[in-house]
Nanobody, 111 residues
């Protein structure tokens, strides 16, 4: 199971960290990711971290967002810095194999 949390209202330029509690698997053996979906748009890849720790990022968040994990706590994180209005979306944590989606958490960027 995947349970995302930590969303909220943030001002442009601000920061926020999302968390995803992961159960039923070992993070060092499974690839996990973050996706987001804005109103009226398709779900978009944000970031991923492989079992071995290699990370990848979507072009729109490179240099601003950082994906990380705590293997002992079975937690996945997404640190978001310098957010802007285009980052407003519901954020989902995702397990690749088998494909599994957690409940999303809403980020709203507004002044």
């Amino acid at each position: 199971q995947l349970q995302a949390s930590g969303g909220g209202l943030v001002q442009p330029g601000g920061s926020l960290r999302l968390s995803c509690a992961v159960s039923g698997l070992s993070l060092d053996y499974h690839a996990l990711g973050w996706f987001r979906q804005a109103p009226g748009k398709e779900r978009e890849f944000v970031a991923s971290i492989a079992g071995g720790g290699v990370t990848k990022y979507g072009d729109s968040v490179k240099g601003r967002f950082t994906i990380s994990r705590d293997i002992r706590k079975n937690m996945l994180y997404l640190q978001m810095n310098s957010v802007n209005a285009e980052d407003t979306a519901v954020y989902y944590c995702h397990r690749y194999v088998p494909p599994t989606w957690g409940q999303g958490t809403q980020l709203t960027v507004s002044s």
